[in-house]
C-alpha cells in the first residue's frame, strides 16, 4: 500500500504513532459515552470513523490521506475494543461473559489470519487499493445499516440490568 500510494516508509512508521495516540484518546471518549448512553446503542456506529479513514485512502494519494486513514483507524480500533465487553454484558448478562469473550476472542483471531491471505489474493489479482478500500467501506455501510436494523432487537434482548 505504501509503494502503491508513493508513502515512504518513514512517514509510514511515524503514522503508527497517530494511530496509538487516536486510540488510546478514543477508549477514554467511548468509555465515557457508553457509561452514558449504552454500548448496544454505541456498536452500531463504532465503525463509521473506519469507513471514513477508507474513504481518505481510496481517493487520495496525497499525505494527508495517510495522516486521515491512520487517524480515523485509531478512532476505530480504540472504540471498537472498548465497546466489545460491554456489549456482550448488556445483551447476555455477565453469568456467561468468560465463553461469550473467547467465542468472540477466536472470531477475530481468526479473521485476523484470513483476512490478510484474501486481500493479498485480490492485491496479486490486480485489485487496487482504491477497489479494496471502496468495497471495504461498502461492506462497512452494510454492517452499520444491518447493526441499526437489529438494534431494537438488541435493546429488547438485553440483560434485566442494562439500562439501554
Do not use: H, N
Not at 58 to 83: D, E, H, N, R
Not at 117 to 135: E, P, Q
Request: glycine residues 10%; hydrophobic residues 55%; positive net charge.
Amino acid at each position: 500500500m505504501v509503494d502503491a500510494k508513493g508513502w515512504s516508509l518513514e512517514l509510514w512508521g511515524q503514522l503508527f504513532t497517530l494511530y496509538a495516540v487516536c486510540g488510546v484518546f478514543a477508549k477514554l471518549l467511548a468509555g465515557f459515552i457508553i457509561d452514558r448512553f449504552s454500548a448496544i446503542r454505541i456498536a452500531p456506529i463504532g465503525v463509521c470513523p473506519l469507513a471514513i479513514g477508507l474513504l481518505f485512502l481510496a481517493l487520495s494519494s496525497q499525505t494527508y490521506a495517510a495522516w486521515m486513514f491512520m487517524l480515523f483507524l485509531g478512532l476505530t480500533t480504540g472504540i471498537q475494543t472498548t465497546v466489545s465487553a460491554p456489549f456482550w454484558v448488556e445483551i447476555y448478562g455477565s453469568r456467561y461473559i468468560g465463553s461469550i469473550k473467547s467465542v468472540t476472542t477466536f472470531s477475530v483471531v481468526a479473521a485476523t489470519a484470513i483476512t490478510p491471505v484474501g486481500m493479498g489474493w485480490l492485491i496479486d489479482t490486480g485489485t487496487s487499493i482504491k477497489t479494496l478500500a471502496l468495497g471495504s467501506v461498502g461492506y462497512i455501510t452494510v454492517a452499520i445499516v444491518l447493526a441499526l436494523i437489529a438494534l431494537p432487537i438488541c435493546k429488547d434482548r438485553a440483560s434485566p440490568t442494562t439500562t439501554v
